[in-house]
C-alpha cells in the first residue's frame, strides 16, 4: 500500500512566501478519501496553491469538483499522450471557458514504451503529434498556457526532438507554458524560454540526474518553476523511511531545499523569485499570494 497523506510539518522561516504546485494529479482515485488531509498537509507546509493538471476526460469532473471547493486549487484539461487515442476535443471545449481552467495539458509527446525499430510504430507516434497538434492550436485559439510532457528512453531524445519542430509554428503566437518534469539537459530548449515557457522541476533535481542539475545552472532563473507530479517523483529525502512513499504537494518544501542547494542560492530568496515566476505565468494564483487563503481545510 502507498503511504499517503502523512502528517508532516515544517518550521516557518523567517521572511519567506509562500509555495505553489504547478503540476500535480490530485484528481487521481487514490487520492479521493484523503483529500483534506493532503490538503492540510499542503497547508502546513506554505503550499497555498495547486494546478491539477489533467490527463484524461475521466477524472475530469474530479478535478474541477476540487477547484470549485478549495480556493487555492485550479486545473487543466487536455490528454495525456499514452491517452492519444481517446482525444476527444468536445471534452477540451466544454471545460475551457470554465473559470478554474488555467491552462491547456498535460498533452505531449511519449515515446518511452517505443522500441528502437520505430518504423513499427509509425502509426502510434503520428497519433500522438497530430493530437500534440489539436492541442497547440487549441491553446493558441484560447490563449491559455500549455503543459507539455516530453517522455523518452534513456538518453534518446527522439521526442525532445520532434517536438521543437512542431512546436516552431506556434512559438510566438502561444501565450506561452510549461516543459514539465524536466529530467534532461538539451540546449534548444532554453531558447524556448524566449516565448514565455517555463521549466518544470520537481523531485528528480533530488535524484542522480547530472544533465538536470546541468540544465537549471544553465536556464533563466526567472523561467523555473516549482512542481510535485504527486503521485509520482517522489523527493528522495521523503522516501529514505519508506521507499514506497506517495508523493504529495506538501513535499514542494523538499523540491525547493534541494534546487536552492543546486544553484547554491538562498532558499527563501529562491522561492520568492519562483513564486513571481508561477504568477507571470498563472496570474490567476494571484488572488490567493494576495488574500494569504488556503483551501478551507
Known sequence: MLKLGLKISYKKEKGTFMLIDTHCHLDKPRYKYIIQNILQNAQNNRVNGILIASTQNRTLDEAKLLS????????????????????????????????????????????????????????????????????????????????????????????????????????????????????????????????????????????????LKDFVKKAPLSHLVLETDAPWLTPTSRKEENEKTSNEPAFLVDVLKELAKTLKM????????????????????????????????
Not at 503543459?147 to 512546436?167: G, N
Not at 522561492?271 to 515566476?277: G, R
Request: glycine share 6%.
Open 68 to 211: 470549485e471547493n478549495h480556493r487555492g486549487i485550479f486545473y487543466s484539461v487536455g490528454y495525456h499522450p499514452k491517452y492519444a487515442e481517446i482525444f476527444d476535443k468536445s471534452v477540451l471545449e466544454e471545460h475551457i471557458t470554465h473559470e478554474r481552467c488555467i491552462a491547456v495539458g498535460e498533452f505531449g509527446l511519449d515515446y518511452s514504451s517505443l522500441s528502437r525499430k520505430y518504423e513499427k510504430k509509425q502509426p502510434v507516434l503520428q497519433k500522438q503529434q497530430d493530437v500534440l497538434v489539436e492541442h497547440l492550436e487549441f491553446a493558441v485559439q484560447h490563449q491559455k498556457p500549455v503543459l507539455i510532457h516530453l517522455r523518452d528512453k534513456r538518453s534518446r531524445k527522439y521526442a525532445h526532438d520532434d517536438f521543437l519542430e512542431i512546436v516552431k509554428p506556434y512559438l510566438g503566437r502561444l501565450v506561452g507554458g510549461v516543459i514539465h518534469a524536466m529530467n534532461f539537459d538539451k540546449e534548444e530548449f532554453i531558447a524556448l524560454s524566449e516565448y514565455n515557457f517555463y521549466f518544470g522541476i520537481g523531485g528528480q533535481i533530488s535524484y542522480d540526474i547530472k544533465a
Open 266 to 297: 538562498d532558499s527563501s530568496a529562491l522561492e520568492e523569485i519562483l513564486l513571481q515566476n508561477t504568477l507571470k505565468l498563472f496570474p490567476a494564483f494571484s488572488e490567493i499570494v494576495d488574500n494569504q487563503e488556503g483551501y478551507g481545510v
